[in-house]
């Protein structure tokens, strides 16, 4: 596989709320352990915002980057947390756990990528937990601004923890820009274009797609127009096969059918989410065989 330019598709979440979803696609299942990435607004609300009643996660962390507005996430280790601007949530599922995640009352607007790493097989089960990262190491050079959300890059650390090989940053700037993004051979990368407008390997990258490049390249050149915005992540390719159906991942068919059956039947296993207002959301029909790759 090539550098290449991906496909974004539209997903709904919550009531409502239209997002665009770039992993997992067919053509690209993960980059690196980053096994889901969704890309919110920005969106103005008229009247409520985002509402995604309690549901399950296992196998997985949840990794919340805050661009724009707030948003309440609950759990059911009981974990009650607002997140802003410049903000991280990470919320390891493992074994299992369940949460909701709300626009507070009086924001009305959103605009935040949220992903999700596949845990190692070995630490797919690890007793779930939840943190809150207000802080993260920023730099500006030549008058781009830098956020390194996790892993290393440019001499900053992340405080975010990672059980695999992971980088993730967002990348601002006012002025139009040549930048010449080092990259680790032994990582595969993507680029999401958060707002503005980027040209990367010749080609204009929209809003609408996910640019992907493989591992062995060692920099990735981007132009960025003035008012550019984008999220480089990275990771060491994720080899062993999984599925993400519905909101587990899972490493074979047997572990599915049990968090699924689990959900279902109100297992202990995901507890409760206590002080949300409102049903659970209940898991789309499992049927038949699910494809693990
Ligand atoms: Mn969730």
Redesign the pocket.
Known sequence: MTNQFLPIRKAEIGEGTIIRRALPQKGLRRIGAWCFLDHAGPVQFSDKGLD?AP?P?VGLQ?FTWMLEGELLHRDSLGFEQLIKPKQVNL?TAGHGIA?S?TTPDGVQVLHSA?LWIALPKQQKDVAPHFEHYPDLPEQQINGVNYIVLMGDYLGMSSPVPSYSPLVAVDIQTEQTQDLVLDLRPDFEYGVLLLAGQVTLDGQRLDVEQLFYCTAGATELRIQLQAGSRLLFLGGEPYTDELAVWW?FVCHDQAELEQAYADWLNHSERFGVVVGYEGDRLEAPVLSGQVRFS
């Open positions: 995604v549901h996660h949840t919320m949460h995640e949220q909101n």
